[in-house]
Structures are given as structure tokens and as C-alpha cells.
């Protein structure tokens, strides 16, 4: 049993699916801080929420609330701000009759997937060139109670039919052919105010042309000169490198077809503002991923993802080892290089749980769980560039999860969520449980 929590009456018991009233004051005492810049944890901290955000972080017995506030005791507990993920492909997939195609993406399911991720402790996303429309921009300006903030690059660029690696995405790009064409995608992506532009360089495994030099160094002038940051999906080491050399700011994958060199090192080092999101292919699906997937998808999913998964030749199962081996070493050697890393998914279809997988994979590759935690707080709340999340400090909206076990001793502890708080209010995880899986 948990330890019982005073809940405080402004929060109104049984009807936390609402924010709490505006003006609402609650303190919260006793639990293990983690700040998410990387500092030391606090130990037996207290923390004031006023107005659905962070007024003042202190220690317990120190920090004095005001007459009428509320008290919240989390003592045994660990609290540490809500996660962000930097890359995702979300709206397209209906999660509830597990169906994607090219007729599929909506403004319903986007808000589904966002409730979803909010659900797994995601206060905000990044969609990474694959919304059409208008809906992602819709919702990054009004955004939905109980669900993540959504960023967007709206729609990315490769050549024509060469850009997102599923059939039904590949119309969504800009397929550019010329310069021109380029920094015309790119102005109209500007109109419409997107937080930074996507565009492909990989052929795929040799199925589609990739996109040329000529044409990507036009996309990232032409995005500078337009204020906005141009990031790209990479895979080989010699395109990371130009690229580099071309001014990119930021990968949204490691590279993927060998380790990198020094030669590497040495241009990405020369830039420190360049991020990667190395989105790790799966280490591999364990039976607690399965559990944590189970809590939002239908039984008999979980179930048919597993028999596909049981289904592979031990060949394949030593080449997926080998891909993610590759980047996990790719990834530790910018880690040890002070290079930034920041959280992604490249989730579309598996939304949510993936993101705890990610953070596990992540330490599996050699980084400290206090790394990856401000690669998924901090680091990413600077690439999505919002700032009021991202740490627990004065003045950040109060976005946090409150842990049964500390995620610096053992990453996987961040899946043991008591409870999730979106700007100031606690998600009713139990009824969008029900809603999702019907207990
Ligand atoms: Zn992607």
C-alpha cells in the first residue's frame, strides 16, 4: 500500500481530472528532488505550487507556506520534473483498432497520443515533419487539458517521395528538386511558424535518392536566414560530416552506418550548440516494457506485438542487437565528448511507453541515469524551447512526477509513477487507464 497522502481540499478529492482553482496554494513536503539541471538531488525537500506553478523549492521544515495552503506529504517518494520528448511522429496511428495508413492522421488522434504520452509522464513533444494541415499548429496554440505540448516542424523536405521511411508519410514532405524549390518550402514553413525545420538525407538502404548537398546547404541558409533552426535525419558518417560542415543544428538520429572518427568528433565538438536526439533502436522488448505497454493498450495487442516479436530468427534478433550496439557506442562517445543529448522517440505507432525504454536504452549505452534524465528535462526543454519546463525551480510551470523509487539509483524506476502533475494539475491516470483498456 501506498503510504496515504493528505490530499488538500482545494485540489477537490475525486475530480482531479480538473486543474486545480486558480489561486490554488500547495506545498508538498518530504520527497527526494531531482531539480533536472544535473545538480544533486534534495533530500527530504519541500516544494510551494501556487498557481499551477513552482513558486519557491527549499527543504522541508524551511520553506513556510502561506495561511490556506495545502499540504501534500510525499515522504518515501521522488519527484522530478515531467519528461520531453524531441522527436515524435504523432497523429497518424489509431491506437484503439491498431490501424495506420495514409487516410489516418487527425486532429482526434493527435490529442489522443498527447493524452497518452502525458499519461507516461510526457509534459511536451516535438513533431518531427510529418503533420499536414493545420492541427499540430492548431494544438500547439491551444493546447488540451491533461495532455503533453506540441511542437512542430510541420511538414519536412527530401526529394520527391524520398523523405519519412513509411509509405504514408512519404507524401507529407516537401519534395523539393531544386534550390529554388528548397527555399521556397522553406519560406512557406516560416509563414506558418514552425519551431525548426526537418528535411532527410538517407537513401534508405539504397530504395530512394538522397536529398544532395547542394540542395540541403540551401535548406539550412535559407532557414537561418528565416530565424529557424534546420535539423536533420541522418544515417551515414559522410553525410553527418558535411553536414556538419554545412551548418545543420541538430540530428535527429546518431549515425548509423559506422563509428565514428575522430574527424567527427572533431566538427561536432567545433559546434556546441548542436544537439542529437539519438532515438535508440530497441536493445530489445522486455517482459516490464510489455507491463508499462500494457497499461494503455488492449491486452490482446500487447499480446500480438509479443508473438511478432517471438517470431524472428535468431539472425535477426543478433542483426537488431548489432544496430543498436552501434549506436549505443555512437551515442557514448558524444556523451564523453559533452555533446548535447537529448531525449526522442521517433515514436508514431507505439506511443508513450516507448519513451521509458528509450531512457533505459540510453543507460544501457553507458550514459549515468542522472545524464539521461537531463537529456530528457533540461536538454530537451532547450530544444523544444520551452522554457517554463524542464526543471523544478521558481517560476517553471508545475509539470513533475512524483516516483515510488528513486530513477538515479535504477533508470527503470521512472516507470513507477504515482503520480503525474501537467501544469499544476494531477492527471486522473486511473480513468484514462479505464478509457484506454477498460480497468
Ligand atoms: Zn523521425
Known sequence: MHRLLIVPLLMSIGCTLHAQPAGGTVLFEGARLIVGDGSAAIENSAFLVENNRFTRV???????????????????????????????????????????????YSKENLIDHLRRIAYYGVAATQNMGTDAGDAAFELRASPVPNAALLRTAGRGMALP????????????AYGVTTEAEARKAVQELAAKKVDLVKFWVDDRNGTVPKLPPAIYKAIIDEAHKNNLRAVVHVFYLADAKELLRSGVDGFMHVVRDQD???????????????????????????AEDFKLMGETVPAEEVQRERDELAKRSPEAVKKARAFYDLQARNTAKLNAAGVRIVLGTDSGTSVGWTVHQEL??????????????TAATK??????????????AAGKSADFLVLDANPLDNINNTRRISKVYL?????????????????
Open 58 to 104: 527549499g527543504k522541508k521544515g524551511e520553506l513556510q507556506p502561506p495561511a490556506g495552503a495545502g499540504r501534500v506529504d510525499l515522504t518515501g517518494k521522488t519527484v522530478m520534473p515531467a519528461l520531453i520528448d524531441a522527436h515524435t511522429h504523432l497523429g497518424w496511428a489509431v491506437i484503439k483498432t491498431n490501424r495506420v495508413g495514409s487516410d489516418t
Open 161 to 172: 517521395n524520398a523523405g519519412p521511411g513509411a509509405e504514408y508519410w512519404k507524401p507529407i
Open 260 to 286: 565514428v572518427d575522430d574527424e567527427f568528433m572533431k566538427l561536432i565538438k567545433a559546434r556546441p550548440n548542436v544537439f542529437v536526439t539519438p532515438n535508440l533502436p530497441e536493445r530489445e522488448t522486455t
Open 360 to 373: 533505459t536504452d540510453l543507460v544501457a549505452a553507458g550514459l549515468t541515469p542522472a545524464q539521461v534524465i
Open 379 to 392: 536538454n530537451a526543454a532547450e530544444v523544444v524551447r520551452i522554457d517554463q519546463l524542464g526543471s523544478i
Open 423 to 439: 501544469r499544476g494539475a494531477e492527471l486522473d491516470r486511473a480513468a484514462m487507464r479505464a478509457a484506454w483498456i477498460g480497468h
